[in-house]
């Protein structure tokens, strides 16, 4: 199939998920698309066949450029969006690219109250069923959810948690139902169709950024009720990604411990900051020997590379617990000694 000069929507769509790969796409249409959706994006997949570079790219950075914009609007509003996305790309981009969002917002539950501080939303919804809660904090920012799950009664913090990682597909039904609950407290606006939240890494996300003694407790009771999530959550509680955020110091530490298979593996994998954090951590001829391992590695499944970031993400974990490295924790309020 030739590239037509002008994308459709659809077009754009298959465009991302063939650059993502057979394994990452599944995962991504099986979690966000209907089977209608799914069947019509297929369906512009197996047109295409050689896509250029240059259009790849392209798809991809105004993929990326919307959804910073959709993230800016809904965290400080348009006056705020449109500043940052001005020093990024200019005013007449800016302008464009909150043009294709600021339609789509109205689709978001509970978007509003991302524009509440988070002291004023625990008394809010501190009173609120575990079950409407976790629907709650599944669509607030990670920093405004894990300071609302810190705050709850300790009795129920578990409970809301598990809540939000087994939270999957909301019927409207749900939304209406809330909406009902909510509305002499709030005003807002609630779409009247499926909307997907929750799930076990929306509840890492929270838990990445709450303060060790919550997320102890709360680990600790899904150890004892529901092991097999518990071991799915720590899994996630740190990507391979989160490396930049260590200490120069530690990442030598890690370093030291990971095998060097695993970690050129990893680092097919990864992006341009933090492999430069890694090289920079490590001695010159250790550094050319990686590059040189990675470069003539030749392909490597995706699975392989997950699977290794894996095993440098538990060495991290485990040098943490043994207090050999500090992994901070608690956003800004986080006190190193």
Known sequence: MAIPPKLSGLQKAAIVLITLGADLSARVLRKN???????????????????????????????????????????????????????????????????????????????????????????????????????????????????ILASLPPEIQADVARRVAIIDRISPEVIKEVEGVLEKKVSMIIPHHEQQAGGIKTLVNILNRVDRSTEKTILEELETNDPELADEIRKLMFVFEDIIKLHDVAIQRVLREVDQKDLAKAMRGTNEEVAARIYKNMSKRAADMLREEVQFMGPVRLRDVEEAQQKIVQVIRRLDEAGEIIVARGGEDAIIL
Do not use: C, W
């Open 33 to 147: 698309f209907s089977d209608e959706e799914i069947e019509k994006i297929t369906g512009e997949i197996s047109l295409f066949e050689n896509i250029p570079r240059e259009v790849q790219r392209n798809v991809i950075e105004e993929f990326l450029q919307l959804f910073r914009a959709r993230e800016y609007l809904m965290r400080g509003g348009f006056d705020y969006a449109k500043d940052l996305l001005e020093k990024a790309v200019g005013q007449q981009k800016a302008v464009e690219i909150l043009e294709k969002v600021a339609v789509n917002l109205q689709n978001v539950p509970f978007s509003s109250l991302r524009k509440t501080e988070a002291k004023h939303l625990i008394n809010f919804i501190r009173d609120e069923h575990p079950q409407t809660i976790a629907l709650i904090l599944t669509y607030l920012h990670p920093e405004q959810a894990s300071l």
